[in-house]
């Protein structure tokens, strides 16, 4: 026969054989040290017993039924779950001619490369698209947009470009 108690630390249900009364345990839920009572629920099975529900009154706002808790174990594991669907390799003449490549954009705006007064825009687009390849560029767009500048006080009309590539 089993007793069926719970941790007085953390209300963790536990059922533990009646030979075991007495026993200093580790709460599984918690890690509190705790003693199992020798009083408690008395069960015949390995579960504890759920009394059957109340039976339905007249007025159903006052009658509820406590639900059966439930101690659900969920499986850990060292190592990433399998795929269950693969995705279909792309053929060899695709990714040959680099059509398997994700498409991707990247903006440099010349604001940005203005450094000590020097404006190094040319030679930051250029070391990007020696980077890309030409085999590899979709295709490069001219941008203008507007920022406020907090120094003198203005709004800035500036350039830059657009390049949509695959990498």
Request: hydrophobic share 35%; net charge negative.
């Given at each position: 026969m089993?007793?069926v ?5 953390c ?32 069960t ?6 759920v ?16 639900k059966?808790a ?7 594991r ?20 680099g ?15 203005v450094?000590s ?50 990498g």
């Amino acid at each position: 026969m089993d007793i069926v108690f719970n941790c007085p630390n953390c209300d963790q249900e536990m059922a533990v054989d009646q030979s075991g009364v007495g026993t200093e345990i580790d709460c599984p839920s918690c890690g509190e040290h705790i003693t199992i009572p020798s009083s408690g629920k008395v069960t015949t099975g390995s579960l504890p017993v759920v009394p059957p529900p109340p039976a339905k009154t007249a007025t159903p706002a006052a009658a509820t039924v406590a639900k059966p808790a439930l101690h659900l174990k969920v499986p850990v594991r060292d190592k990433p779950g399998e795929s269950l669907i693969d995705k279909p390799k792309p053929p060899l003449e695709v990714v040959q001619k680099g059509a398997g490549k994700k498409l991707r954009i990247h903006t440099i705006r010349r604001s940005q490369c203005v450094e000590s007064g020097h404006d190094k825009f040319d030679a930051t687009v250029s070391a990007f698209l020696q980077e890309v390849t030409e085999t590899n560029l979709v295709s490069l767009h001219t941008i203008s947009y507007e920022t406020f500048d907090v120094g003198v006080q203005k709004i800035m009309t500036d350039y830059g470009v657009l390049i949509f590539y695959r990498g």
